[in-house]
T-cell receptor
Framework: DVKVTQSSRYLVKRTGEKVFLECVQDMDHENMFWYRQDPGLGLRLIYFSYDVKMKEKGDIPEGYSVSREKKERFSLILESASTNQTSMYLC???????????????FGPGTRLLVL | AQTVTQSQPEMSVQEAETVTLSCTYDTSESDYYLFWYKQPPSRQMILVIRQEAYKQQNATENRFSVNFQKAAKSFSLKISDSQLGDAAMYFCAYSGANSKLTFGKGITLSVRP
């Protein structure tokens, strides 16, 4: 079974703090993704990566950055946390099919972040 | 850009009955995947079913099946013999050549005992 783990289930931070969310997958997947999930808005893509050291902006990258130094690990960084970044953050990974289509994504359990 | 629309925010079904969740999408691509994901309360998002656009046959996984209408750009999920464990939020998602997965806003399904 594919396993995607996230470093924390719950996190409370202060405005202005730098926040690191880590995601690790154990299935040698090329693609990794970071989403945020908010009620009524579904899942919105923040960033994704299709290879080590490669990253692409998603739909809402502002206020976030990412790092992928190893294939199995994808980190999301909030440079200076703000209250509007309070949300559920989901990491996912998938194989990459030739032609760019994304295969089935496997999700981590999520990190519920509260910024005070 | 591709869009995925789930127009119903909530549905309810009696245990053992059948329910259909609707999803429409917009795309100009001919090769793509469609997915239904399930997110139980406070639990991990998991894949329910997947459909490849070039396959005419509707995907089926046990009590879950889809009605894929490519020309109409419709992808509904049918849950037969509903069980209490089916209560969850369900997301429809589209995967195309832009290497992204586009999700609908989700529908909350409740199951009445």
């Amino acid at each position: 079974d594919v396993k995607v783990t996230q470093s924390s289930r719950y996190l409370v931070k202060r405005t202005g703090e730098k926040v690191f969310l880590e995601c690790v997958q154990d299935m040698d997947h090329e693609n990794m993704f970071w989403y945020r999930q908010d009620p009524g808005l579904g899942l919105r893509l923040i960033y994704f990566s299709y290879d080590v050291k490669m990253k692409e902006k998603g739909d809402i990258p502002e206020g976030y950055s990412v790092s992928r130094e190893k294939k199995e690990r994808f980190s999301l960084i909030l440079e200076s946390a703000s209250t509007n970044q309070t949300s559920m953050y989901l990491c996912a990974s998938s194989l990459r099919r030739t032609g760019g289509l994304v295969e089935t994504q496997y999700f981590g359990p999520g990190t519920r972040l509260l910024v005070l | 850009a591709q869009t995925v629309t789930q127009s119903q925010p909530e549905m309810s079904v009696q245990e053992a009955e059948t329910v259909t969740l609707s999803c429409t999408y917009d795309t100009s691509e001919s090769d793509y995947y469609l997915f239904w994901y399930k997110q139980p309360p406070s639990r991990q998002m998991i894949l329910v079913i997947r459909q490849e656009a070039y396959k005419q046959q509707n995907a089926t996984e046990n009590r879950f099946s889809v009605n894929f209408q490519k020309a109409a750009k419709s992808f509904s999920l049918k849950i037969s013999d509903s069980q209490l464990g089916d209560a969850a939020m369900y997301f429809c998602a589209y995967s195309g050549a832009n290497s992204k997965l586009t999700f609908g806003k989700g529908i909350t399904l409740s199951v009445r005992p």
